[in-house]
């Protein structure tokens, strides 16, 4: 099975109007005529390989030690389920309102927003396992931790390497 590369072109939009660049411009001569679906959405700067780098080593790995969690991505699953999920009343036509909550990804991200993401997780997981914060309006009881800043985490892998 082949797998079909859609490409992906960043271009802006000026006074209303998409610029099409040389690259795009040359993309779409090179195709034969044909019906296609163009989507445009607002351009944002994903967070980095160091912010990427952190989380996993510094945050993720450290709390899956500590809570006996399975892998990584399980600690990942249950971190976004606190820290990321959003509570929605589903109002039903019979019965009961239902909460859900709806869990966000870590990849829409601005640096900004997974840099807050990361400073909550921190935070609950330096608080003392007998002491709490609030989130989503639920306790949630600290681990005790001490994670190291991203400042530091850097500095210590810089530092490390032969």
Request: glycine share 4%; hydrophobic share 35%; net charge negative.
């Amino acid at each position: 099975m082949t797998v079909k590369m859609e490409p992906k072109f960043r271009t802006e939009i000026k006074e209303g109007c998409l610029v099409l660049t040389k690259e795009i411009r040359d993309y779409c001569r090179a195709m034969k005529d044909c019906v296609c679906t163009v989507s445009v959405r607002k351009y944002y700067q994903v967070r980095t390989l160091d912010q990427n780098r952190y989380y996993w080593a510094g945050i993720v790995a450290p709390i899956q030690e500590h809570c006996g969690y399975q892998d990584l991505n399980t600690t990942h699953q249950i971190l976004k389920a606190f820290f990321i999920s959003e509570l929605i009343t589903f109002n039903q036509i019979k019965g009961e309102p239902i909460d859900v909550y709806i869990e966000n990804s870590t990849k829409y991200l601005n640096t900004k927003e997974f840099a807050e993401y990361c400073e909550k997780i921190r935070l609950w997981a330096n608080t003392p396992a007998d002491d709490y914060i609030l989130v989503n309006n639920k306790k949630i009881y600290g681990l005790g931790l001490a994670l190291i800043s991203p400042d530091d985490f850097v500095e210590k892998v810089i530092c490390d390497e032969p």
